[in-house]
């Protein structure tokens, strides 16, 4: 799995950094999302699934291997 974030589209609410904290976080100044790690392990892919699916602005893309 590789995540690609398009950051533009990111209305900072935070809920992947919620759901999926060892993969993303989020910018102390402004509160967009960051990607801590792009191609989590497998252990993260559920988590990872489910904060794409919680995000509002639809900013994480998810390329399935």
Known sequence: ??????????????????????VFDQRDDDGVAVVLDDTPGPGQH??????????????IHLIES
């Open 1 to 22: 799995m590789r995540i690609e974030f398009d950051e533009p589209k990111c209305v900072a609410a935070g809920q992947c950094a919620m759901v999926a904290p060892d």
């Open 46 to 59: 559920e988590v990872v699934r489910e904060a794409a699916a919680v995000c509002p602005a639809a900013a």
